[in-house]
């Protein structure tokens, strides 16, 4: 059985895939979100255990459910 890509990474091509489909820049969404630029680079690179409370603005900001946004991680 193939080994399954770390959740953080899988998580962070997840949140950079949905940004590009809504036409986002990665500044501007992290300024939608309220987060820092770098912080939101480090979540699409997997670098970031990202909080909660983090998540539900990342899914808020994207229009869907945090569980949308989970889909497939």
Known sequence: MAK???ILKRFGE???ELRKEQ???QENFAYACEL???YVGGIERGERNVALRNI???AA???ISVA???DGV
């Open 14 to 16: 997840r949140v950079r």
């Open 61 to 63: 900001t994207l229009g």
């Open 68 to 70: 949308e946004l989970m």
């Open 36 to 38: 820092d630029r770098t």
């Open 56 to 58: 539900e603005r990342i």
């Open 23 to 25: 036409g986002y820049s």
């Open 4 to 6: 399954r890509k770390d």
